[in-house]
Every structure is written in structure tokens, then in C-alpha cells.
């Protein structure tokens, strides 16, 4: 097995197999000309001739005649057209059309919805020559999704607006990629649902979902796209010869992008047991505060193999599904149980201007290449603070003064409230990609002060300390820093100690225990029970007793 992170290396033993892929692609489609007026106008004259028609009603039966060649069209070939809603959701409203058929390929749904879309309005200039405005806020229009099967991506939606110049936006889901790649390759693969499950050969799937990372694989996206834009959807707008008349070619931009890293555990139950204590123990570290559960069945599968039930899993959810998320700005961390045995962690980038590397679809490597790397530096300190350790004397060494250069730094006093507090700031930050600064450090802080004022200067101040004990580690070619997984460690372990032992025993023993034990005790609460009638036998024989304990 391939050694992705601290997380899969320390699993490794309970895992049957895991692999990297891309979920799913959102691609913006524009054309360059149409989206400043003067330039429309440019390549309005290369269709028509002239701009003598170049107006706002001229636009407006534009959009009247896409609708209804789209309408005659799926009337001729007797493909469903559908107009939703508001708050449809369409994606699960496609599934329920997709074909019977393993080998049809081409259009098989059409959906209407509206949207916000680019319009231009025309106003006549002194000259008599048009100028062009777009209409500000973006109007709602009718927008167009093709449901399209194809033989290499699957089931791939084109969205279309019907007004010039009409702007597209595709979408795409690597993992039915790489289905199709595997089954030309002849390569073990079960799927269920979304995911591949026991019975895949892991190692080969990945080798197939890491083509799909490369830079040469742009240009099969690009040809994807151009494959069913052009013949299926522009052609409801312009002919053929109407597009090589004006030069309507689109040009693609990355929207969004969706990478995931794909855990099979060998048995439900052990999956159970090791997703349910990292949430529970991660939860006020990691600042985890959106967690849902969908319920389903309640007991997963003991045996290793479990051959997947088609029907089973379109009618209901199979399994408890737990998810939490953590939004940073425009990017997402998601963690969730998948099927019977799959734990899935996703990066998102709901807009890939979060990723700072461009939107072109020439950097759609360097996207996955980032986001691939968010998923491995969330998992590693997502471990590192499941598996926390003290070692001896590093309580007594904290409050040591360090020295660094030429500057001597004070040591780190945790019986402070406000060096405690920014514990566990550091802690919660520990998963945001590319890090934090200083100004995030006192925002956090200041939240878990409640009140107190806490300033940039002291976050300043506050994390020289911390750089003292080699506990942060500076970001490359940025001003922001990362706890490292010695820090995190350290830093989990003392705040678990205080929070989930000493102070629950000494809550225990200053308090008289009235009443019988409740009927369904968890093993943590028999250990707390069981630690807080030993340490009672100490402190009697050493002659310590805590107040209202007698």
C-alpha cells in the first residue's frame, strides 16, 4: 500500500485498500468576445455583416428561437424535457432518467431552470451606432441542462444560458472516468454508488486516477467538452457554418473541483470504532462543530467481503452516515462514512480562485496537485491530534525560558488562561490549508477569551513563544505559520489531560455521588467511576482530603 499520510500509515493494518481521485470538475465556458460590448459588437458584424440589427428585441428572439429548436429537438428524438423548479435538485432528479442501456451514448435528458445570466441590453449611441450594457444584477433566464452519456466520462451535464453569448458550464465526475478506464484496461473494479468498494484492485485504480492529475490529460478534458458543446448544445444557436463565419470558439476555466482520498477498512465494525472516536475526540480540538448524522442501518457488516446490493442501495441509506465539515473561506474539508466500509475525505474548492494559482484550464494540474496536498496535511493533523503524547518532563520544560538568536523568549505557563486559549486556538487552526497569520491567531483567541481584549501585538508576542519550543513551523513564501505534528501532539495530549481527566476526577471527588449508577454505562464512564474511587484510597492515605468529598 502506498504511504499517502500520519493518518493511512498509522491505519494501514485495518485497511484493505485505499486510492486518491477527483470527484468532481465544474468548468466555466465563455467566449472572449462576448463578454465586453465592444468586442460583442465586433463579432456581431462577423456574423451578420452589419451592425443594422444589433439590438435589444434582435437579442431577445435569439433566445426565443434557442428555446424552441431545444423543444422541437427533444420532441423529434422523444428525449424528456423537464422544467423544474425552484430548489429542485436536479442531480437526483437525472438519475432517476439515466439509461438502461450500458452502451448508449449521446443526449438522453434535457432540464430547464432558471438562473443568473449574462444579458446584454442595446442602447442607441447620438451616432446612431449601438452601445451595449449588460443588464446589472444579472437577470434570472431560462438556463439548459444536457444530460449527456458519454463513452469515456459517463454521465456529464452541460448547463447552457439561451441568450448570447451564451455562456456554459460543464461538469464532470472523475470517478466514472476512472471506471471506463479500468474496464478498457481490464482492471478489478466494483462501484458502489460513487465509490469503489472490496473486490478493486487499489493499487491499479490509482495508478489510472493519477493520469487524470497529469498536464497531458487536459487536452482529453478539453476534447470532452468540445466533443458535445459544439454538435449538441451551440448547435441549437448556430449552425455550423455560423460558427466558423464569427469565430465562436469557447474557452475553459476551472469553477470548482472536488479531490477526495478513499479509505476501505477491512470490517464495518472496526470502521465504526475508529471514525466514532476521532470524531469524539476531535470535536472541541478541531473546532468540529458541523457534524450531522443520517441514520440508516444501524449495525455495518463483520465479514470482509460484502458483495454490494443494487437494489438495497436505491431505496434507502445502508448505513449511518456521520459527516462533519470545516469551511475555510472558499475551501472546504469534509470527512464522512461512505457504504458499508469507506471513509472518504474530501477537499473542495468552491471557487478555485481560493487555490491561488490561476483558473485556466492549463492549471487544472497544479489545482489537484494542491488540493491533493490539503487532503495529506488536514489527515496528518487530524492523527496527530488523535494520537497525542506527553513525554516526561515536558510539563516542566513549557515554562522553561528558550532562547532564539540573540533574543531570550519567555516560557509557555499554561496555568494562564490566556496561554491556554491560544492552545487551543493554535489547535483549532491546525487544519486550515497554507496555515494561519497572526491577525486569524487573535480573531480565534480573542473568541475563546470570551470578552477579553486580545490584540494582533499579543498574538505576535504570544507565538514567538511557541516558535521558542519548535511547535510552528513558517509557511514557504508566505507570512503565515503551521502547527507542526510535534506541536499538535504536545498540545492535545495537555489540553485532554486537563479537560477529559483532571478535571472530571477532581469535579468527581469534591462531590458526594447520590443515587444508582445509570443502567447503560459507556467504558468511558466505568474508567472515570473506577479512577475516581482510586484516586479517593490515595489521597485518604496521604492524608489529602478534597472538600465535600466526606
Not at 18 to 34: K, W
Not at 283 to 304: A, E
Request: proline share 4%; hydrophobic share 35%.
Amino acid at each position: 500500500m502506498l504511504s499517502y499520510d500520519d493518518f493511512t500509515e498509522y491505519h494501514k493494518d485495518l485497511l484493505e485498500g485505499t486510492y486518491d481521485c477527483v470527484d468532481r470538475i465544474v468548468l466555466n465556458g465563455y467566449f472572449p468576445l462576448g463578454q465586453q460590448g465592444g468586442a460583442f459588437r465586433l463579432w456581431w458584424r462577423r456574423l451578420t455583416g452589419s451592425e443594422e440589427t444589433l439590438n435589444t428585441n434582435h437579442l431577445a428572439r435569439m433566445a426565443g428561437n434557442f428555446s424552441r429548436k431545444v423543444h422541437a429537438f427533444a420532441k423529434k428524438r422523444h428525449i424528456p424535457i423537464l422544467h423544474c423548479e425552484p430548489r429542485t435538485r436536479k442531480g437526483d432528479l437525472a438519475e432517476t432518467y439515466l439509461p438502461k442501456d450500458p452502451s448508449f451514448c449521446g443526449l438522453f435528458l434535457i432540464l430547464v431552470a432558471k438562473a443568473p445570466g449574462l444579458v446584454w441590453e442595446v442602447r442607441p449611441c447620438k451616432n446612431a451606432s449601438p452601445h451595449l450594457e449588460r443588464k446589472t444584477p444579472w437577470p434570472y433566464v431560462n438556463h439548459y441542462h444536457f444530460h449527456i452519456m458519454d463513452n469515456e466520462w459517463g454521465h456529464l451535464t452541460i448547463k447552457m444560458s439561451g441568450h448570447p453569448p451564451f455562456n456554459i458550464q460543464v461538469m464532470l465526475n472523475g470517478h466514472e472516468w476512472v471506471e471506463r478506464k479500468a474496464r478498457k484496461k481490464t482492471i478489478s473494479s466494483m462501484k458502489e454508488g460513487n465509490c469503489f468498494v472490496g473486490g478493486s484492485d487499489f493499487m491499479a485504480l490509482d495508478r489510472v486516477a493519477d493520469t487524470l492529475r497529469r498536464k497531458d490529460a487536459i487536452g482529453q478534458l478539453a476534447k470532452a467538452c468540445d466533443r458535445w458543446v459544439y454538435s449538441t448544445c451551440l448547435s441549437f444557436a448556430l449552425d455550423t457554418e455560423e460558427q466558423k463565419r464569427s469565430g465562436f470558439h469557447y474557452q475553459y476555466s476551472c469553477y470548482q473541483i472536488e479531490y477526495s482520498r478513499n479509505l476501505l477498512f477491512e470490517r464495518g465494525t472496526v470502521l465504526d470504532q475508529v471514525y466514532q472516536g476521532l470524531i469524539d475526540r476531535n470535536r472541541s480540538l478541531l473546532n468540529l462543530d458541523k457534524i450531522k448524522t443520517i441514520f440508516g442501518w444501524k449495525k455495518r457488516p463483520h465479514n470482509r467481503a460484502v458483495a454490494p446490493r443494487l437494489e438495497r442501495i436505491l431505496e434507502a441509506p445502508t448505513y449511518d452516515l456521520t459527516v462533519f465539515k470545516i469551511h475555510f473561506g472558499k475551501l472546504s474539508l469534509k470527512m464522512y462514512d461512505k457504504g458499508a466500509r469507506v471513509l472518504r475525505v474530501e477537499a473542495i474548492a468552491h471557487n478555485v480562485k481560493e487555490l491561488r494559482c490561476g483558473k485556466r484550464l492549463e492549471k487544472l494540474s497544479d489545482m489537484l496537485a494542491k488540493l491533493r496536498q490539503i487532503v495529506s496535511d488536514f489527515l496528518n493533523a487530524l492523527c496527530a491530534a488523535h494520537i497525542s503524547y506527553l513525554d516526561e518532563g515536558m510539563l516542566d520544560s513549557l515554562s522553561q525560558p528558550t532562547q532564539r538568536g540573540t533574543r531570550r523568549l519567555a516560557g509557555i505557563d499554561l496555568q494562564k488562561a490566556r496561554m491556554r486559549a491560544v492552545s487551543e486556538a493554535l489547535l483549532a487552526l491546525s487544519a486550515k490549508p497554507r496555515g494561519f497569520n497572526i491577525k486569524e491567531l487573535a480573531e480565534k483567541t480573542a473568541q475563546l477569551l470570551k470578552g477579553i481584549p486580545y490584540t494582533a501585538r499579543q498574538a505576535a508576542y504570544d507565538l514567538t513563544k511557541f516558535r521558542g519550543k519548535n511547535m510552528l513551523v513558517s509557511v514557504t513564501n508566505s507570512r503565515s505559520y503551521r502547527l507542526s505534528s510535534f506541536g499538535t501532539r504536545l498540545l492535545a495530549g495537555i489540553i485532554i489531560l486537563r479537560e477529559k481527566v483532571i478535571k472530571p476526577v477532581l469535579a468527581g471527588l469534591c462531590k458526594n455521588k447520590g443515587g444508582r449508577p445509570p443502567k447503560n454505562m459507556r467504558p468511558r464512564d466505568t474508567s472515570y467511576d473506577t479512577l475516581r474511587n482510586e484516586m479517593l484510597k490515595l489521597l485518604g492515605k496521604l492524608n489529602l482530603v478534597a472538600q465535600n468529598a466526606c
